[in-house]
């Protein structure tokens, strides 16, 4: 019997495997030190945070197409600036209209990938939502689904994402600031360098034409 996983230890902890499931167990765990850690380990790691909650099958399959993704990702990646195809805030300002809308929306391509950008209010105060969805011109073979993200702000405090099956991600709580937006590929990299994100208008994004 193979060395027994994260997932099939909290299993047994919690009584969860089959009678000969665990009678394999018990035999492996009997001869295996390195399990027999293992399990200890994980005994703390459940004493630590309580009940084991299971997350939900989209974020498992989210990770999971995200781990695929990473074992075939080049270490060096060209890095792309997306040109900007829409910004609703520059129409806006072009036609003269007072007071800044509630949403601003932005749609960015590079080669055979469009990348579409809303920013919104936040629930918590003084604080943006930034929302969007990878688009594909040609069908990817591995989809769009794990596709990781990376914000920085003005500050280089990164956090990260993923991408669901349709190519959507999210960003929430975010301070009003400039920020940058990396979305990693296999092979090449999307980076909007100066994105703000604020309700205020502050002249047109800059990007590659």
């Known amino acids: 019997m193979k060395h027994l996983n994260f ?101 960015f391509s590079e080669g055979a990938f469009d990348l579409d950008v809303q920013i919104t209010r936040d629930q918590v105060p003084g604080a943006y939502i930034l929302r969007g969805q990878v688009l594909n011109n040609t069908p990817q073979p591995a989809g769009l689904e794990g596709i990781e993200l990376r914000i920085v702000d003005g500050n280089g405090v990164p956090r990260r994402g993923l991408t669901d099956k349709l190519g959507r991600f999210k960003f929430t709580q975010l301070e009003e600031g400039v920020y940058s937006l990396q979305v990693i590929f296999d092979d090449h990299e999307i980076v909007l360098d100066s994105l703000p994100v604020s309700d205020r208008w502050s002249g047109p994004v800059e990007t590659n034409s």
């Open 7 to 107: 997932r099939y230890l909290v299993r047994y902890i919690e009584g969860d495997l089959a009678e000969a499931q665990r009678e394999k167990a018990d035999a492996h765990l009997a001869d295996c030190a390195d399990c027999r850690r293992e399990l200890e380990r994980v005994r703390r790691l459940r004493g630590e945070i309580g009940e084991f909650v299971s997350p939900p099958a989209e974020l498992v399959g989210r990770v999971l197409a995200a781990v695929r993704r990473r074992k075939t990702r080049r270490a060096e990646r060209p890095r792309y600036q997306p040109a900007l195809r829409f910004d609703s805030w520059t129409q806006w300002a072009a036609l003269g209209a007072r007071g800044a809308p509630q949403e601003r929306q932005l749609l």
